[in-house]
């Protein structure tokens, strides 16, 4: 499976056989200004409805658009949406947000979306194993980087890609990268947007891989 990050939350995630997932498609404005997306996907996951991450007619082709909470078959692959908050008082201030997880090469894939706040147990057991996390570490509108790390804790992934951090296109008042990476062990820094994963060549000890946006 390959992993390209196109910047923000969104990815491109593409499986040995071809299928094509993109997720939280962003649109591109003064305070995000990450390269256009120039991809076609077969199923868009989208983890709340703001702009930055539900801009679903950016994506080329004809994708099934996957929202909201519970258990859906789309294209052959099953698709489970964990119901949570944007922000840490039960979505007052910046409403719902949900939790993907899929499958996809035998490898169990949790995109964490605007996630504001801390798993609860039973968030926890709902999403179950993860092999690849994505999360927010950027703060101020989602969990900041001590958070994210609480949140690891609870998952044990065997991968963590951090996303919603601020970089040179994306100018929002939230924390760069270093705040999360700080004291961490096993972190992998690729000077590409795209990685390859294989279900045998995971890591034992969670890794942090961080990624280049797509130029």
């Avoid at 993907?100 to 996630?115: A, I, P, S, V, Y």
Wanted: glycine residues 8%; charged residues 20%.
């Amino acid at each position: 499976m390959k992993v390209k990050w196109l910047g923000h939350a969104c990815f491109l995630l593409v499986s040995d056989g071809g299928f094509r997932i993109i997720t939280d498609p962003y649109a591109v404005e003064q305070n995000l200004n990450y390269s256009p997306i120039k991809e076609a996907a077969d199923v868009v996951v989208v983890s709340h409805d703001h702009y930055d991450h539900n801009n679903v007619s950016a994506v080329w082709g004809e994708p099934e658009v996957l929202k909201g909470s519970g258990v859906r078959i789309a294209k052959g692959i099953q698709f489970r949406g964990i119901a949570t908050y944007h922000d840490t008082v039960q979505g007052e201030q910046r409403g719902a947000n949900t939790v993907f997880c899929f499958r996809l090469d035998e490898m169990n894939l949790c995109h964490l979306g605007d996630l504001g706040h801390v798993l609860s147990a039973g968030q926890v057991e709902e999403i179950g194993d993860v092999d690849i996390l994505f999360t927010p570490v950027g703060g101020f509108y989602t969990i900041d980087a001590a958070a994210a790390s609480q949140v690891c804790d609870q998952l044990k992934p065997k991968v963590v890609i951090p996303m919603h951090f601020r970089t040179p296109q994306c100018t929002y008042p939230i924390a760069g990268i270093d705040d999360f990476l700080r004291g961490k062990v096993n972190v992998k820094k690729i000077d590409l947007s795209e990685v390859e994963f294989r279900l045998e060549k995971l890591p034992r000890i969670t890794e942090i891989v961080i990624l280049e946006p797509v130029s």
